[in-house]
């Protein structure tokens, strides 16, 4: 590993500089790199993403009703956005389909829906997996939602709750348990795909 250069000299080298010294496993150059340009790339990121910021809170508007007034209201806004963030990925590694014509469109496009019996079975399935979430006591429900829909870690969960480790640990360890007591009881493996 080199030796770390100082950030005197450290801010007059250029990108390309900088990276190799990246490379070399200078993670002070790194550090610079970051202070140079991470503003940026999160301004990018952002009016990347703006879309899906708006279109979150335009389906929190569009299904508010559906919004269960017992559960945490967090956890269900992260997995709206998440859902459309992967939603988005996936659209833009989607390549697009060149046509000289609409006829040529209708011919190369795929059916969606080709298995009908495994969509209603992901659907049934989705359904009684929302069901046994919603069954589950409010404390146990909110930290798996924050886990899983949210995507903090424990050490997360436990400084947004303003709770110990050892209890976010603890709820998420029994409500597993539970969840899939009530999904084996439904019939659903946690092998099942």
Excluded at 87 to 116: G, K, W
Aim: hydrophobic share 40%; charged share 25%.
């Amino acid at each position: 590993m080199a030796q770390p250069i100082d950030a005197a000299h450290l801010s007059r080298l250029s990108d390309e500089s900088l990276m190799e010294l990246v490379a070399a496993g200078d993670s002070t150059a790194l550090a610079h790199l970051y202070d140079r340009h991470s503003r940026a790339v999160y301004g990018l990121a952002l009016r990347m993403l703006a879309t899906v910021v708006q279109e979150t809170f335009w389906r929190v508007w569009k299904r508010a009703a559906t919004f269960q007034r017992n559960s945490a209201f967090l956890p269900w806004m992260f997995g709206i956005a998440r859902n459309l963030c992967i939603d988005e990925l996936r659209r833009r590694q989607a390549r697009p389909v060149a046509a000289s014509n609409n006829e040529d469109i209708l011919t190369t496009l795929t059916d969606q829906q080709q298995n009908v019996e495994q969509s209603t079975i992901e659907t049934e399935r989705r359904r009684l997996i929302t069901s046994a979430l919603a069954d589950l006591p409010t404390d146990q429900r909110e930290v798996i939602e924050l886990a899983y829909f949210g995507g903090l870690s424990q050490r997360e969960i436990a400084e947004y709750l303003q709770s110990p480790l050892g209890t976010i640990k603890t709820r998420i360890r029994l409500g597993l348990q539970k969840l899939k007591q009530t999904l084996l009881h439904y019939g659903i493996d946690a092998n099942d795909h």
